[in-house]
């Protein structure tokens, strides 16, 4: 049940926001792998297993898609369009190193650790790699739009990057526990010590960013009510 699920909230998120096609792309190329990996039983029954989970997606979308080339002649919204004219640059190092930035903006802790935190998922972690694929391929996706000024700048405050700054946080966890285990190894009584030192050299990291940030979140509030 798990999989016509997730194409259906997939689907919804792909509503919501366009770059939600990436998304789903990666979960499907997984969803193909893991049939081809099970290697037993009928062959048309996976073929068919494949195919429903796309249907149910395409289902999901087609309304919006249908609505957009009605009204502008063009799949997506219209609003992609409007930020993705110029010059692209596939090649370009550009949005991670914007990720890179927002990361040691907002959590440095955790976005030094995210990386081994990633490895450490991608190495034990036995279940699905959608969640270190997304956060690799949302910034390499926005490399195939246009250089505007709002897309270089990856929309205000960089919140285009906002639906994988929680998982990088996420992965500067997993860091932040091999980190632990890795310096506590010959000394496990150390260990909860050694936890607490950098979770809370961590939070406190995060608290002051977000007293650093409180002066502009007011102008924000008083903008929007104007």
Known sequence: WRWPVSALLFGLATNARPEGHVLFALAAGEKVWYEWRRGRGDVKRRVLRVAGYGLIYVALVCPYTIFCLSTTGNPLPNTYYAKSIGGRDIWSRHFFELVVQRMGKEHFWLGLLAPAGMVLYAWRWRGSRLVALWVLALPAGYTCMARTVFVYDAG?????????????????????????????????RAIPLMAFALAAVCLVDSVLSGFDRRGQFVRNVQDINR
Do not use: K
């Open 156 to 188: 205000n405050f960089n919140r285009y990057f906002y639906p994988i700054i929680p998982l990088l946080a996420m992965f500067g966890v997993f860091g932040l526990a091999a980190a632990c285990m890795g310096l506590g190894r010959n000394a496990r």
